[in-house]
């Protein structure tokens, strides 16, 4: 059982917009800001899509957005493009003995 | 440019022992945490364990707790994961990761290697 709960998958149009959510408690999303998102295609390393809640890495397009509100973080994907269609996850530090790091199970995006 | 290249997986009887490395290039090796995340087949992502640039912080899932070990070695900009004990369970592809914040012992992976397969299989 993963630590933070996403939803197991989302769908959406070209040019729409989707949001995955990932819920922890206070002890990970909702104590700190260190919520970070990945995005991975089939066969591909992870890719570091934001961190720190809201902050995108040098080259991720500004068509991903980070949010978080109480407990449960958000990603958004604006524009949806046929390349976005991937596994992503949500990861975050927690305070609760260990991991140090835990990660959502993941949410994959079907581009429609 | 940053590369991190892991090497050492393979096949290997269940109780039995492997080591990981993890060898970086492309940036000043000790300013950074380095953690293993794994990916067994067809699943998630998984954190398995980190250690901060001086040593000093050392974390491990409950999962290898007692089993694994990580260290570094600075002079060698390397990384490593000694496992010992394995398990059908380990079965996975092991991936350094480099933390986003020089400093930080955790935090977001901005770097990955492209991942050493383990099989743990009698």
């Known amino acids: 059982q993963s630590a933070l709960t996403q939803p197991a998958s989302v769908s959406g149009s070209p040019g729409q917009s989707i949001t995955i959510s990932c819920t922890g408690t206070?002890?990970?999303?909702?104590?700190?800001?260190?919520v970070s998102w990945y995005q991975q295609h089939p066969g591909k390393a992870p890719k570091l899509m934001i961190y720190?809640?809201?902050n995108r890495p040098s080259g991720v397009p500004d068509r991903f957005s980070g949010s978080k509100s109480g407990n449960t973080a958000s990603l958004t994907i604006s524009g949806l493009q046929a390349e976005d269609e991937a596994d992503y996850y949500c990861?975050?530090?927690?305070?609760?003995?260990?991991?140090?790091?835990?990660f959502g199970g993941g949410t994959k995006l079907t581009v429609l | 440019e940053v590369q991190l290249v892991e090497s050492g997986g393979g096949l290997v009887q269940p109780g039995r022992s492997l080591r990981l490395s993890c060898a970086a290039s492309?940036?000043?090796?000790?300013?950074?945490?380095m953690h293993w995340v794994r990916q067994a087949p067809g699943k998630g992502l998984e954190w398995v364990s980190g250690i901060s640039w001086n040593s000093g912080s050392i974390g491990y899932a409950d999962s290898v707790k007692g089993r694994f070990t990580i260290s570094r070695d600075n002079a060698k900009n390397s990384l490593y994961l000694q496992m010992n004990s394995l398990r059908a369970e380990d079965t996975a592809l092991y991936y350094c990761?480099?933390?986003?914040?020089?400093?930080?012992?955790?935090?977001?992976?901005?770097?990955w290697g492209q991942g050493t397969l383990v099989t743990v299989s009698s």
């Open positions: 492309g940036f000043t090796f000790d300013d950074y945490a």
């Open positions: 206070s002890s990970d999303v909702g104590g700190y800001n260190y």
């Open positions: 720190e809640v809201s």
């Open positions: 990861s975050s530090y927690t305070s609760s003995s260990t991991p140090y790091v835990v």
């Open positions: 990761a480099k933390v986003v914040k020089l400093g930080d012992a955790y935090g977001a992976f901005d770097y």
